[in-house]
């Protein structure tokens, strides 16, 4: 189906090709999970099946890439729209209609397909994908799995022989991305749909491939088994972790596989206590934010219920929750940018001030525009004198991003100018960090390193352009640090890198709220997570107390050993000598 032929790909100005003689070969009815660090060639190799490489991105291809017989150097992107459909990351970017059947049969309207055969498709895609019921919803108001199904839909009615996800699941919360990836797995089942898959999530689909490509990192690709290729990549779920620690041979991955294998393990572990996730975390400090009946509706509909919330200095918590349970709303309403019905927010004295305001923007519901005032300290706070706290709301721009800053979930919000380096000196600027080196770049190469500084920010990879904007944020870090679904498009090296700058964080005696749907960085990153649901706090606790006992919110660790208390392969690890684990 899928045929690379000494493939290599190399972009102007490039001094190493993305791609380097790669062969590969994807048979019908394949699940292929593409795996590797950001800003490896993930997103080069997806494009480069449907012809985007290089006849959009740019760039030179060297050998053939066939796709059912078409070779794509001869064919563009819209010469292979009858075989290949995409769904990029963030489905909503791809939506050009106003309600979901009118998305479905978009696609073949501009492929001339007949009327009749129209309707018969849309009708056979609603059922396949359980979304007959919202055949007449607007998109706007669905849910972000039903989103992301529909964006699925939409592609699918053109009856593609191949179908290329990327990072399909990273904005969804885990009962949403298990409906998205049941239906693809579906697809490949019982329609011999061929896919190739590119996820950071690895614990969510791992156990779903049929075959695993892997991209070192060097140009090259390497292709076979999962439990093969998972037995020295570079990077691996969790799961993959806690069998190679405990020996297991074959490696599994599933949780139910691994709970088998567990057995020994979970017998040499009772009766231990597992050390704390993060490393003397310490009790939390002086109250640094108190809000009381945070309520915020939209058009008479409620999205945070009357929520009261305090937040202590040295604390990492998780904000958790399904999508469109209120997390965003309420975290722009503390952050003073978004819209707040009623309630009061306070930002005590106490804590350490930043050294300059962060910048911000407003791309919450609900939230203004982009907000780029008080740029390098302007205001009347003046000059590096620290914020004297209050309500961020009541406060100037440039005090109120002393006291509350926020990153938002769609970073190219805060990317305005024409090179990394230049954002990067612009956030130094911002700070007032110029005779101290260049911080903002040395936090960037922490999160996501050898980004070239020349590169325009568009150009970067969904990762990259998370982890730039995260350095901005951080290079200039307030009292209180708000982060929403900080971690889309992160690999695990980067989450780790993103544990330990939150760490710092919290150890300088800030507060660090992070709105996430990844419950494995909550289990490593966060020591009390609070869960929303339609906009009502229904769990605030440690992190322990609260995802051990959640059947949706528990990491794979957690799962694996249960009734054990254990969150993490290194609590594991910490306790248990790798011979004993493996016993």
Same mark, same amino acid.
């Given at each position: 189906?899928?045929?690379?032929?000494?493939?290599?790909?190399?972009?102007?100005?490039?001094?190493?090709?993305?791609?380097?003689?790669?062969?590969?070969?994807?048979?019908?009815?394949?699940?292929?999970?593409?795996?590797?660090?950001?800003?490896?060639?993930?997103?080069?190799?997806?494009?480069?099946?449907?012809?985007?490489?290089?006849?959009?991105?740019?760039?030179?291809?060297?050998?053939?890439?066939?796709?059912?017989?078409?070779?794509?150097?001869?064919?563009?992107?819209?010469?292979?729209?009858?075989?290949?459909?995409?769904?990029?990351?963030?489905?909503?970017?791809?939506?050009?209609?106003?309600?979901?059947?009118?998305?479905?049969?978009?696609?073949?309207?501009?492929?001339?397909?007949?009327?009749?055969?129209?309707?018969?498709?849309?009708?056979?895609?609603?059922?396949?994908?359980?979304?007959?019921?919202?055949?007449?919803?607007?998109?706007?108001?669905?849910?972000?799995?039903?989103?992301?199904?529909?964006?699925?839909?939409?592609?699918?009615?053109?009856?593609?022989?191949?179908?290329?996800?990327?990072?399909?699941?990273?904005?969804?919360?885990?009962?949403?991305?298990?409906?998205?990836?049941?239906?693809?797995?579906?697809?490949?089942?019982?329609?011999?749909?061929?896919?190739?898959?590119?996820?950071?999530?690895?614990?969510?689909?791992?156990?779903?491939?049929?075959?695993?490509?892997?991209?070192?990192?060097?140009?090259?690709?390497?292709?076979?088994?999962?439990?093969?290729?998972?037995?020295?990549?570079?990077?691996?779920? @969790?799961?993959?972790?806690?069998?190679? =620690?405990? *020996?297991?041979? /074959?490696?599994? &991955? %599933?949780?139910?596989? $691994? +709970? !088998?294998?567990?057995?020994?393990?979970?017998?040499?572990?009772?009766?231990?206590?597992?050390?704390?996730?993060?490393?003397?975390?310490?009790?939390?400090?002086?109250?640094?934010?108190?809000?009381?009946?945070?309520?915020?509706?939209?058009?008479?509909?409620?999205?945070?219920?009357?929520?009261?919330?305090?937040?202590?200095?040295?604390?990492?918590?998780?904000?958790?929750?399904?999508?469109?349970?209120?997390?965003?709303?309420?975290?722009?309403?503390?952050?003073?940018?978004?819209?707040?019905?009623?309630?009061?927010?306070?930002?005590?004295?106490?804590?350490?001030?930043?050294?300059?305001?962060?910048?911000?923007?407003?791309?919450?519901?609900?939230?203004?525009?982009?907000?780029?005032?008080?740029?390098?300290?302007?205001? @009347?706070?003046?000059?590096?004198?620290? =914020?004297? *706290?209050?309500? /961020?709301?009541? &406060? %100037?721009?440039?005090? $109120? +991003? !002393?006291?509350?800053?926020?990153?938002?979930?769609?970073?190219?919000?805060?990317?305005?100018?024409?090179?990394?380096?230049?954002?990067?000196?612009?956030?130094?600027?911002?700070?007032?960090?110029?005779?101290?080196?260049?911080?903002?770049?040395?936090?960037?190469?922490?999160?996501?390193?050898?980004?070239?500084?020349?590169?325009?920010?568009?150009?970067?990879?969904?990762?990259?352009?998370?982890?730039?904007?995260?350095?901005?944020?951080?290079?200039?870090?307030?009292?209180?640090?708000?982060?929403?679904?900080?971690?889309?498009?992160?690999?695990?090296?980067?989450?780790?890198?993103?544990?330990?700058?939150?760490?710092?964080?919290?150890?300088?005696?800030?507060?660090?709220?992070?709105?996430?749907?990844?419950?494995?960085?909550?289990?490593?990153?966060?020591?009390?997570?609070?869960?929303?649901?339609?906009?009502?706090?229904?769990?605030?606790?440690?992190?322990?107390?609260?995802?051990?006992?959640?059947?949706?919110?528990?990491?794979?660790?957690?799962?694996?050993?249960?009734?054990?208390?254990?969150?993490?392969?290194?609590?594991?690890?910490?306790?248990?000598?790798?011979?004993?684990?493996?016993?």
């Amino acid at each position: 189906m899928i045929t690379f032929d000494q493939v290599s790909v190399v972009y102007d100005g490039a001094d190493e090709p993305v791609l380097r003689d790669v062969n590969l070969k994807v048979d019908e009815g394949e699940l292929c999970l593409v795996v590797g660090h950001t800003g490896v060639g993930k997103s080069t190799l997806l494009g480069a099946v449907n012809g985007l490489v290089p006849h959009f991105t740019g760039g030179t291809l060297y050998g053939t890439v066939m796709v059912d017989g078409r070779d794509t150097a001869d064919h563009p992107p819209r010469e292979l729209a009858d075989v290949v459909g995409v769904v990029g990351q963030d489905p909503l970017d791809g939506f050009v209609t106003d309600t979901v059947e009118e998305e479905l049969a978009y696609s073949m309207e501009q492929l001339a397909i007949a009327p009749a055969v129209m309707r018969k498709r849309v009708e056979e895609t609603l059922d396949l994908l359980g979304l007959a019921d919202l055949r007449h919803r607007a998109l706007h108001e669905l849910s972000g799995g039903q989103q992301q199904r529909v964006a699925i839909g939409s592609v699918l009615t053109a009856h593609p022989r191949v179908l290329v996800l990327d990072e399909p699941t990273s904005a969804l919360d885990p009962t949403a991305a298990e409906e998205v990836l049941a239906a693809v797995t579906r697809l490949v089942h019982d329609l011999g749909v061929t896919v190739l898959l590119a996820e950071h999530r690895l614990e969510r689909v791992v156990q779903y491939a049929d075959r695993v490509i892997q991209l070192p990192g060097d140009g090259r690709v390497v292709s076979g088994p999962p439990a093969e290729i998972f037995t020295s990549s570079s990077i691996a779920p @969790p799961i993959v972790e806690l069998g190679r =620690a405990a *020996g297991w041979s /074959p490696l599994p &991955l %599933s949780v139910r596989d $691994a +709970r !088998r294998a567990a057995r020994p393990l979970r017998t040499a572990l009772e009766g231990t206590a597992p050390p704390p996730v993060r490393a003397a975390p310490g009790p939390p400090g002086a109250e640094l934010l108190r809000a009381r009946g945070i309520t915020v509706a939209y058009r008479g509909a409620p999205a945070v219920r009357d929520v009261d919330l305090d937040l202590r200095a040295g604390e990492v918590t998780a904000l958790m929750g399904r999508n469109g349970s209120g997390k965003s709303s309420l975290l722009w309403a503390l952050q003073g940018s978004g819209h707040r019905t009623s309630g009061t927010v306070r930002v005590g004295r106490g804590g350490p001030a930043g050294p300059g305001p962060a910048r911000t923007d407003g791309s919450g519901p609900g939230a203004p525009g982009p907000v780029r005032r008080g740029r390098g300290g302007s205001g @009347p706070s003046g000059r590096g004198r620290p =914020a004297e *706290g209050g309500d /961020p709301k009541s &406060l %100037s721009a440039a005090e $109120a +991003r !002393r006291l509350v800053g926020l990153v938002p979930q769609t970073p190219t919000d805060l990317l305005y100018l024409e090179s990394v380096e230049q954002e990067l000196d612009q956030a130094d600027a911002e700070s007032r960090a110029e005779g101290a080196g260049h911080p903002a770049r040395t936090i960037l190469d922490r999160l996501a390193p050898g980004i070239d500084g020349a590169t325009h920010p568009r150009d970067l990879s969904e990762g990259q352009k998370l982890a730039l904007v995260l350095a901005i944020q951080l290079t200039a870090a307030p009292r209180v640090l708000l982060l929403d679904e900080p971690t889309r498009g992160l690999d695990y090296r980067a989450k780790t890198q993103l544990i330990a700058m939150v760490d710092e964080l919290a150890a300088e005696g800030r507060s660090v709220v992070v709105s996430t749907h990844d419950v494995e960085f909550a289990a490593r990153a966060a020591d009390r997570v609070v869960v929303l649901a339609e906009g009502d706090i229904v769990a605030d606790g440690t992190t322990g107390e609260v995802i051990v006992a959640s059947p949706v919110f528990a990491p794979q660790v957690a799962k694996i050993l249960s009734p054990l208390p254990y969150l993490t392969v290194d609590q594991v690890t910490a306790v248990l000598p790798h011979e004993e684990a493996g016993a």
